[in-house]
């Protein structure tokens, strides 16, 4: 594993053992930063589900402002951190070891991201979940991009996520689904742009 271009291109990444974790793989993550080549410089982006803080660290090789990178698990957080430090990106993330729906109680009303990445156990219901706890928290800053990387095809037709997301791509590669979504605007958003 290893990031794909920028300023750290080429640099190998270190991945936890054994099946605590599981890594994008090379041609998902290639084709996720295809789609959002054009939307990162400058970002603030969120690695809700770090594992080895590859998509966080791809986003800040490629010129994102800075990036939060978490996980729960602290043999995770370790990697992140020296995946950082190896990339030479450290001074522009902050890492955390700290459950997602913690961080993001924490994040209401606080911080806001261009960019999230979620990336959550397959076999869970964090991906909805995380989702709610964005919208409701207003995490998601008005035109953000939130990438869900999922085993299911169906992420979006849950009624909780189409009230307050809008879908802007879906692809398929092998068993994994790719998508993108934004929030829907809202009269807080039209508020806040026009200040």
């Given amino acids: 594993m ?3 271009t920028g300023k750290a291109r080429g640099a190998k ?3 936890l053992e054994g099946e605590a974790t599981r890594p994008t793989g090379e041609r998902v ?5 295809s789609m959002i080549q054009f939307d990162i410089e400058g970002r603030r982006v969120l690695d809700l589900f770090g594992g080895s803080g590859q998509l966080g660290l791809e986003a800040l090789s490629r010129g994102a402002e ?3 990178i978490l996980d729960c698990a602290p043999e995770a957080v370790e990697i992140i951190k020296a995946n950082a430090k190896s990339t030479r990106l450290f001074d522009r993330c902050r ?3 700290m459950e997602y729906d913690a961080f993001l109680r924490r994040a209401s009303g606080r911080e806001r991201f261009d960019i999230i990445f979620l990336d959550p156990p ?14 409701d928290g207003r995490v998601a800053a008005p035109g953000a991009l939130i990438i869900c990387e999922s085993e299911r095809v169906d ?7 189409t009230e307050r997301y809008d879908k802007i791509k879906q692809s398929n590669y092998g068993r994994v689904w790719i998508t993108i979504l934004t929030p829907k605007r809202s009269d807080a958003d039209e ?3 026009e200040t």
């Avoid at 993550?29 to 930063?33: C, D």
């Avoid at 397959?122 to 919208?135: E, G, N, P, W």
């Fill in 29 to 33: 993550k290639e084709a996720v930063f």
């Fill in 2 to 4: 290893r990031i794909i």
């Fill in 66 to 68: 800075n990036a939060v």
């Fill in 95 to 97: 890492i955390s070891q």
């Fill in 122 to 135: 397959y076999k869970s219901d964090y991906m909805t979940r995380a989702l709610t706890t964005i919208a």
């Fill in 191 to 193: 508020t806040e742009a």
């Fill in 13 to 15: 990444l270190l991945t």
């Fill in 155 to 161: 992420i979006y037709e849950d009624a909780a996520i």
